[in-house]
């Protein structure tokens, strides 16, 4: 199991995302040219916010792409 607390804004309290009016978008790599084993893996999202729900946020999307050499 991994765990990463996803930083939105820097140090200064400015959005750190690419951001187009009131939306937002954060790309956050999690791993970076690691060759992994043929297979079938599976990715959980859970959200460890103490709140009823997590401010600001409308969504959430994985990209898993191939390292081309």
């Known amino acids: 199991?991994?765990?990463?607390?996803l930083v939105v804004k820097d140090a200064?309290?400015?959005?750190i995302g690419d951001c187009t009016g009131d939306?937002?978008?954060?790309?956050y790599p999690i791993y970076?040219?690691?060759k992994l084993q043929k297979g079938i893996y599976?990715?959980?999202v859970?959200?460890?916010?103490?709140?009823a729900y997590l401010p600001n946020i409308l969504g959430i999307g994985v990209?898993?792409?191939k390292f081309q050499k």
Do not use: A, P, R
């Not at 939306?23 to 790309?27: D, F, Q, W």
């Open 46 to 51: 859970k959200n460890n916010f103490k709140g």
């Open 1 to 5: 199991m991994l765990s990463i607390d």
């Open 32 to 34: 970076s040219n690691v």
């Open 12 to 15: 200064s309290g400015n959005d």
């Open 42 to 44: 599976t990715i959980k």
């Open 23 to 27: 939306i937002c978008e954060v790309y």
């Open 63 to 65: 990209i898993v792409e």
